[in-house]
C-alpha cells in the first residue's frame, strides 16, 4: 500500500494504522522484497472480531518521463538480442498472463515489425476494442485468457492481458499495481473517491508506461505502488487467516489533490503535483487470528508539501524536491535526503549484486543466511536482533527460505517447544557463493574514496552505525 520513489513519484511521507476492534494498535514491521516492494507484516495471534488498517501517503507526481524518441526506439523485432537476464523474467508467461496461441495471433499479428511504440498502442487498444470494462465481472483469480474468452473484466484484467500480448509481441512487461485519482480537473482540498487501479509497462530502452484501461496517457493522476510479472507477485493484502469461514471485507479508496501543478497555474516551469492518498480505509471482520502479509509503507519522514500559493517558492529541507539525477546530487541537500537517498541507492545496489550472481533471493534473506553462516541454530527472535530486524519480518523472510529449502526448522533437542533454524547445505553454498561473488562489486561502491580519505570514512561509518544502533535500541524500548 505504500507508494514508491521514482523519477517521476517522491512519496514524502506515508504512515500505516492497523487496529483491532476496542484495542491498542498493531505493530508493523517493513522490508523491500524481490520486486523492490515495501511490505509491512502484522501479526496479531489473539482472537479480534474487527480488524482496521488504514493507510495514509503524501505523493509527488508529474508525467512519466525518461522514455527514449521514437525516432530512437528499433522495430520489436530488433530489440530481442539486446536484453539482458533480468529482462527475461518479463518474457515469460505466468499463470495470469498466459494466452492461446489463437488469441495470441488474432492481437499481435503483424506486431513485430512496428517499433515499440506503435505496437504497444496498437495493442492496447486491441485489448479495449475487445474487453469491456464491467466491474464484478471477474475475480482476483482471473487470468489473462479468461478475460479475452469473456470479454469483460477490469483494469487487473485489461493489465494482464495487455502484459500478456506484449510479451507474446517480443516486449518485456511487467504489470504496475497502484492507484488513480478519477478527475483529471480536481480542485485542490476536494477529496474524491479513488479507485485500485493497475496498468503495464514495457521495455524499450527504458521502462514505458501504458493504461490500457483508460487509454489515457500514465501521469501525474497514477500513483505506483508495485511492479511485477502479474497479480501474484504485488497484492496490496494477504496472508493467513485463522478462524469462522464467514467474514466481511470493505475497502475504501479516497484521494486529495493538495496542489496545482505549475504547469496548471501557468506562472512557473512544470513541477510535481502532490496528491494526499487515503489509500485503504480496509476492515477485516469476524474472529480473525494469525499472519498477515501487507504490502504497505515503510514509515518515513517528511513534512507536508507546500501550498499552491507559495507552490513557486523557493525549497526548504521540509519541502525540498529531489533532483531526477542523482548523479549530480547538490552538497547543500538536507541530512535527511542524503541519508535516505544513499540508503535507497545501497539496497537498490545490493539487490543488483544479489541478481549479477543469479539468486532469486531477497537482500533480507541473504540477511538471514548470513547470521546463520556465523553461528547456526539461532531461535527467529535471536536473528532478528543480530540482523537489526524485527520478529515479524524474520518470519515472514524465514518462511520463504525453508520453502525454497535454504533454511530448516528444527525442535529444541531440550525444550522441543523451541524452533531453532539451520542453514541447509542449498543454503550455505548460496550464502558462500553470493559473499565470494560480490565482494568486488561491493568494492566498487567504495571506488570514489581516496585511499588519504579512507580513514575518515570508516570512522563517519562506525559512527553513524553506533549512533542509528543506539536510536534503534531507544525506539524498541519504548
Known amino acids: 500500500m505504500t507508494p514508491l520513489s521514482l523519477p517521476a513519484q517522491t512519496t514524502l511521507g506515508a504512515t500505516l494504522e492497523a487496529r483491532v476492534a476496542a484495542g491498542p494498535g498493531v505493530p508493523a514491521w517493513t522490508y523491500h522484497d524481490y520486486w523492490g516492494t515495501c511490505v509491512s507484516v ?26 527514449p524518441p521514437v525516432a530512437q526506439r528499433p522495430p520489436v523485432a530488433e530489440l530481442g538480442a539486446g536484453f539482458g537476464e533480468r529482462l527475461q523474467q518479463f518474457l515469460l508467461p505466468t499463470a495470469l498472463t498466459t494466452v492461446t496461441a489463437q488469441a495470441r495471433d488474432a492481437a499481435v499479428a503483424g506486431m513485430s515489425r512496428l517499433p515499440p511504440a506503435e505496437a504497444s498502442e ?20 482471473t487470468g489473462a485468457q479468461q478475460a479475452w474468452d469473456k470479454g469483460q473484466g477490469v483494469c487487473q484484467d485489461m493489465a494482464h492481458l495487455t502484459v500478456a500480448l506484449l510479451r507474446a509481441a517480443g516486449l518485456p512487461a511487467r504489470y504496475v499495481s497502484g492507484y488513480l485519482h478519477p478527475d483529471p480537473e480536481a480542485e485542490p482540498g476536494r477529496t474524491a473517491v479513488g479507485q485500485s487501479h493497475a496498468w503495464a509497462e514495457y521495455w524499450a530502452g527504458s521502462w514505458v508506461p501504458l493504461d490500457p484501461t483508460t487509454g489515457a496517457p500514465v501521469g501525474e493522476r497514477h500513483v505506483v505502488v508495485a511492479r511485477g510479472r502479474d497479480y501474484a507477485d504485488v497484492p496490496p493484502f494477504k496472508g493467513i487467516y485463522r478462524g469462522p469461514p464467514e467474514s466481511e471485507l470493505e475497502v475504501t479508496v479516497a484521494v486529495t489533490r493538495l496542489a496545482l501543478s ?7 516551469p512544470p513541477a510535481r503535483q502532490p496528491f494526499e492518498a487515503k489509500i485503504f480505509d480496509l476492515q477485516h471482520l469476524r474472529g480473525h487470528t494469525g499472519d498477515v502479509t501487507s504490502g504497505d509503507p515503510q514509515a518515513m519522514t517528511g513534512e507536508a508539501p507546500r501550498r499552491p500559493d507559495d ?19 547538490p552538497g547543500d541537500a538536507p541530512l535527511q535526503a542524503l541519508l535516505l537517498t544513499a540508503t535507497k541507492l545501497m539496497g537498490a545496489y545490493g539487490q543488483c549484486t544479489v ?20 553461528e547456526d541454530g539461532l531461535k527467529s527472535s535471536e536473528v532478528a536482533d ?11 523472510v524465514v518462511n520463504t527460505l525453508a520453502r525454497d529449502g535454504f533454511v ?43 585511499k588519504d580519505d579512507e580513514a575518515v570514512v570508516r570512522r563517519f561509518f562506525v559512527q553513524m552505525i553506533g549512533h542509528l544502533g543506539r536510536l534503534m535500541r531507544e525506539e524498541r524500548g519504548r
Open 42 to 67: 502484522i501479526e496479531l495471534p489473539g482472537p479480534h472480531d474487527e480488524l482496521l488498517i488504514r493507510a495514509v501517503a503524501t505523493v509527488q507526481t508529474e508525467p512519466a518521463g525518461g522514455v
Open 262 to 268: 505549475r504547469t496548471d497555474r501557468g506562472d512557473c
Open 408 to 450: 530448516e526448522r528444527k525442535p529444541d533437542e531440550a525444550d522441543r517447544r523451541i524452533v531453532r533454524l539451520y542453514l541447509t547445505e542449498r543454503g550455505r553454498a548460496m550464502i558462500t557463493d553470493y559473499v565470494a561473488q560480490a565482494a568486488p562489486q561491493w568494492q566498487k561502491a567504495f571506488d570514489f574514496v581516496d
Open 122 to 141: 496498437a495493442i492496447s487498444a486491441r485489448v479495449r476494442e475487445h474487453v469491456a470494462y464491467l466491474p464484478g465481472a471477474t475475480g482476483a483469480r
Open 386 to 396: 543480530r540482523a537489526w530486524s524485527s520478529p515479524g519480518t524474520v518470519t515472514a
Open 311 to 329: 507552490v513557486c517558492a523557493p525549497a526548504d529541507p521540509a519541502s525540498w524536491e529531489w533532483p531526477k539525477n542523482v548523479e549530480q546530487f
Open 355 to 374: 541478481q549479477a550472481a543469479g539468486l532469486k533471493v531477497s537482500l533480507a534473506g541473504l540477511g538471514v543466511l548470513r547470521v546463520l553462516l556465523d
